[in-house]
């Protein structure tokens, strides 16, 4: 990822937030090219799948297509969107998710806001945009443009589902089983990228993203919620993403940038260690296989 020379991957992900309300000045055209050169860059997300990205300016279609969701009605004066593609393949969810999240800390890094909105678009205005390929599924947008100065106090959805508010450590990293959990001194040179696990947004600010570390294995599970997400009645009803997997993506994003910017080395790999469920609804995803 591009960041400017005295600018780090840390304090990108630290200024970016769910920005809902957006001035109404259009993206300025140097911005554009900039960005849809880096956008042109997301073409694999790290566990193989094909993605694709691209900017279009907001047309009133595409605020047709996306009255569905139910926040939607409170994003205001988006300028633009960023619109992604990917082949539905075993990790495509997570690859889209990682990859989508890359362009967010883009924008965030060129001076724009965004807002992950999340969903299903395959027959949609976007689609048509970004020329749907067969097969092809779109699991979110985001919006994007200029962020109002003033929309961050203004946000009745951020006050509303606590936006601000993240899980504390001990409920999401552990060390070798689920009941040890992991300090930010036991976790030494990994507790920034953890941290920026922690700190990442994602659906309903559910947070599902749980890391267990054995030696040089981090091991990442998904801790689904009971009537959400999938298998949800709603969700199959709308047909919508899995959004969890999406979050997945978005941690797996923040937890790599970061120890490749401290270069700490490392390599995606399945390594399910078969941990036991306390509860039954944690599903094992990836590992980070350290080198370091």
């Known amino acids: 990822m591009?960041?400017?020379?005295d600018t780090t991957i840390t304090q990108i992900i630290r200024q970016r937030y769910s920005c809902r309300r957006f001035m109404k000045t259009p993206i300025a055209s140097d911005v554009q090219v900039a960005f849809q050169e880096r956008l042109s860059q997301l073409n694999t997300g790290p566990l193989g799948s094909q993605v694709?990205?691209?900017?279009s300016a907001a047309t009133q279609q595409d605020h047709s297509a996306l009255r569905g969701l139910g926040t939607y009605g409170f994003i205001k004066n988006a300028t633009g969107f960023i619109i992604g593609a990917?082949?539905?393949t075993k990790h495509g969810i997570e690859d889209f998710g990682y990859a989508m999240e890359q362009a967010v800390l883009e924008a965030t890094a060129l001076g724009l806001g965004t807002c992950?909105?999340?969903?299903?678009?395959t027959k949609s205005s976007f689609a048509?945009?970004?020329d749907k390929q067969n097969g092809e599924v779109i699991p979110a947008v985001i919006a994007t443009g200029y962020a109002d100065p003033e929309g961050r106090s203004k946000d009745v959805i951020r006050r509303t589902a606590r936006s601000d508010w993240r899980l504390p450590w001990e409920n999401l990293f552990f060390e070798d089983s689920f009941s040890n959990p992991l300090s930010q001194i036991s976790a030494d040179k990994y507790a920034e990228?953890?941290?920026?696990?922690?700190?990442?947004?994602?659906a309903s600010n559910k947070q599902p993203w749980r890391i267990v570390r054995s030696g040089q294995l981090w091991h990442f599970y998904c801790q689904r919620t009971p009537g959400y997400g999938k298998g949800s009645f709603l969700f199959n009803l709308a047909n919508l993403a899995d959004v969890q997997r999406l979050d997945i993506g978005i941690a797996m994003c923040h937890f790599e940038l970061t120890l490749c910017e401290q270069g700490?080395?490392?390599?995606?790999v399945a390594?399910?260690?078969l941990l036991e469920s306390r509860d039954g609804l944690l599903e094992y995803m990836v590992t980070w296989q350290s080198r370091n």
């Open 52 to 55: 694709r990205f691209t900017l």
């Open 2 to 5: 591009a960041t400017e020379p």
């Open 116 to 121: 992950w909105l999340g969903g299903t678009f």
């Open 86 to 88: 990917v082949q539905p």
């Open 271 to 273: 390594a399910d260690p």
């Open 193 to 202: 990228a953890l941290e920026m696990v922690r700190i990442g947004p994602s």
């Open 264 to 268: 700490l080395a490392g390599e995606w």
């Open 128 to 130: 048509q945009k970004i």
